[in-house]
């Protein structure tokens, strides 16, 4: 993962499509990790076993602000043969500043949906974002 944050400030989320350099195919298994952080929110999702149908995930979200904001994480995945981007259920902390949750979990779309995968971290008020990164493997 390293300690190289990528920061982006997300204004429209259907704008965000940044590509990584590698493809992952179904005839091979790697590893990765995608994090980075907002004013408020921090996170970080690891991957193994990743495929371009499946991939195990472990990951937490910290609440780094006393703002009144909950924060999430999730995962973001492209279809490189359609560039059709995924966006994955939130992971959501509600246990205020200073506060981590961590999970774990997998994914395993029906289509080839995986070449491409990230994490997506994210202040949420109600149901709407008020900041957010992504940052891929």
């Known amino acids: 993962m390293g300690n190289t944050f990528k920061r982006l400030s997300v204004t429209c989320l259907a704008a965000v499509a940044i590509f990584a350099t590698t493809t992952v195919t179904n005839a ?30 472990s990951g937490w979200v910290k609440d780094t602000a006393a703002d009144g904001h909950h924060v999430a994480i999730r995962l973001v995945s492209i ?5 059709w981007v995924h966006e994955w259920p939130w992971h959501s902390n509600y246990d205020g500043n200073g506060s981590t949750v961590s999970f774990t979990t997998y994914a395993s779309p029906t289509g080839d949906d995986l070449d491409y995968i990230g994490a997506q971290v994210a202040v949420i ?7 957010a990164c992504t940052d891929y493997a």
């Open 28 to 57: 091979s298994a790697a590893s990765g990790g995608a994090a980075c952080s907002v004013t408020g929110a921090s996170g970080s999702l690891t991957f193994t076993n990743w495929t371009a149908t499946h991939v195990d995930i």
């Open 79 to 83: 279809d490189g043969g359609t560039g």
């Open 125 to 131: 008020e109600g149901g709407t974002i008020v900041r």
